[in-house]
């Protein structure tokens, strides 16, 4: 049934119904604001929803129609109840609305996924158009902590971004990682692109977490954190061993670098030094593609990240990390390390930690 309903009797509360980027107190988007006059006759009927526990008519849809009739001096709009027992069920009849009627974002699914856990099969049953793309960015935008959707809808963080971080990271501690990432990014003024953002996302997807208990003032408290950047700084270690050896051996393995030192009295082994220099060229390219991967080396730096955050000392779990890669790369690539490897072909002989 369709009510006349006055407009101070319809309560606006965009920032709850909307999970749209407004601009304007009354939830306005925009859409309208090139129009000058309210026109009665071509105005939609309002869907609000009788809220309980507040004891009020809250609009769903149609902030722009009622920001347009406010300023058109209308007293009253025609107003449609929608059935529903909680926030949450009105909520996303509202989306649902949105995108029966073809004008469905990414945003309105996404607050329809959060609001009922739906998939997007739900809306393909119900014959609701919206675009795959749509569908997919809904999906992942739904997957965002409350903090970070918010941030979203109210354009403070691009939705592009949004977008990438809930479709790479499902979990809140590691979503919060990366918006600390990125303030650290922003407060040194560096611009990041979106692939940038992907890429990031990505090594704090593969990083560890950690359950710690803090104190509050409402008692002892359980907090999961991201151990990414732990894990960011052994994996920045191990790399600049790895580019260590090769840049050092591939140095003195030239034919005039080792002249001069063997007339200073060294005795340099050319081919050997050539050999290790291209054996750490090989394991750092190696060690690029497997370090995000799931399986040994992966864990190494897992595993390494846990023991930084208890209070290890660096040097101590880089040496240990390293031994655990370095014997590791051969099972990965499906070789094995030492002498006489798959086809008789001879396997490398790296260098031990402590000897970069």
Known sequence: DVFEAPLEQIHLDPERYQYKIVHGARGQTGSLAGASRYERAFGDVL???????MQRIDLLNGHNRYDLAAR????SLPIRF??????????????LKNIAEGNGTALDAAKFFRDTGATAD??????????????????????LNQTLFGAAVRGEVPLERAVIIGSILPEPAQQFALM???????????????????????????APTETRQEETL?????RTVSLAPERAELTAAIRRQLAGNRE???????TRAAANLARAGNVIDIQRSQAISQEAAQLLDIFDQLKNLGGPISDALNTGARRLAQGESLARVQS??????????PEVIGTRLGRGGPGGIEQPTLLEPSAT
């Open 218 to 222: 409402f008692g002892t408290e359980e």
């Open 122 to 143: 739900t809306l393909a049953s119900r014959g609701l158009p919206m675009t795959e793309a749509k569908l997919r960015d809904g999906l992942a935008l739904a997957r």
């Open 47 to 53: 869907d609000v929803w009788w809220n309980p526990e």
């Open 82 to 95: 929608v059935e529903a027992e909680t926030v949450e069920q009105a909520r996303a009849f509202g989306a």
């Open 180 to 206: 600390h990432e990125l303030d650290r990014a922003a407060r040194r003024r560096k611009t990041l692109t979106n692939a940038s953002v992907q890429e990031m996302a990505e090594w704090i997807r593969d």
């Open 248 to 254: 050092l051996f591939g140095r003195v393995s030239k």
């Open 320 to 329: 240990d990390s390293f031994t655990q890669i370095r014997d590791a790369i």
């Open 72 to 75: 058109s001096g209308e007293r």
